[in-house]
């Protein structure tokens, strides 16, 4: 019992780290979270923004600039005030996670304002993106891992209760996997197998031989050639050697999906 109990502080240690917010009408209304039902996943849509940056966002600057909002607002009459007042922003998630860094801004037990109806029934996770906008590598597994330990803790299924901002109110966040619904399914996947304490070995490219590739892009291009694939991104994919075991797995499942809608 006692090694369980160090084995989960150490676990909880290392995975995040914490820097709560004030609590504050505008993003950390201190309401009590009563029951986690979804783990909702965003990106933060500022490109090579931190972690770090996003607690000194949520927990001053927003809240600084809101107050600016409101001060001039009350100074205004009636129909210019209600305008200005729709300036006024409410937003926040638990945790922002980058390359290096990932940190808890608002208790778990609390509700944050990230997914508009579904405030009241989740905890929202914040993914930094990079300059070029895509996901870093370092922040996919930490953010897996981090989901993973969340699921264990609420009791959530990742393959059901882990779905994105879009899945919620159709908001294109977190954009690299709305416009890569493959990558999502990955992402999913390897929360699965970490939950399970399994190797991740399938969010990983594929460890194949020059030759390996090229025969691998081929038959995928024959697939796609053939209208059983859909997506190019899988081919692209492969030719690029970038293709991971998840991502292959998709592709076979389309390719058998669509032969047998084909064949029919
Ligand atoms: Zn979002």
Redesign the pocket.
């Known amino acids: 019992m006692s090694m369980l109990q160090t084995k989960g502080a150490r676990t909880r240690m290392t995975l995040w780290r914490e820097e709560l917010i004030p609590i504050n009408e505008y993003s950390r209304p201190g309401t009590p979270l009563r029951l986690v039902r979804n783990i909702v996943v ?2 933060t849509g500022n490109p090579g923004a931190t972690a770090a940056n996003h607690v000194t966002y949520f927990g001053k600057s927003m809240i600084d600039q809101n107050i600016k909002i409101m001060a001039e607002a009350n100074r205004l009459p009636s129909p210019q005030k209600e305008e200005q007042l729709k300036l006024v922003r409410y937003a926040s998630a638990h945790l922002f996670v980058d390359p290096g860094d990932a940190v808890l801004i608002i208790p778990l037990d609390e509700m944050a304002y ?2 508009s109806q579904a405030n009241p029934y989740s905890i929202g996770i914040e993914l930094c993106i990079e300059k070029d906008g895509s996901f870093h590598p370092e922040t996919v597994r930490r953010a897996v891992a981090i989901v993973a330990e969340l699921c264990k803790r609420y009791g959530l299924n990742p393959l059901r209760d882990v779905i994105r ?1 879009y899945d919620v109110t159709g ?1 294109i ?2 954009k690299p996997y709305v416009d890569d619904p493959a990558a999502w399914e990955a992402f999913r996947q390897a929360v699965d197998r970490a939950m399970r304490g399994e190797e991740d070995e399938d969010m990983n490219e594929l460890k194949l031989t020059t030759e390996g590739w090229g025969a691998l892009a081929q038959s995928l291009q024959k697939a796609y050639d053939k209208g059983l694939l859909g997506d190019y991104v899988y081919v692209k994919k492969a030719y690029s050697g970038t293709l991971t075991r998840s991502e292959l797995d998709v592709a076979n499942n389309l390719i058998i999906v669509n032969g047998a809608v084909k064949t029919k």
Do not use: M
């Open positions: 965003h990106y990230h997914a901002h908001k966040c977190p």
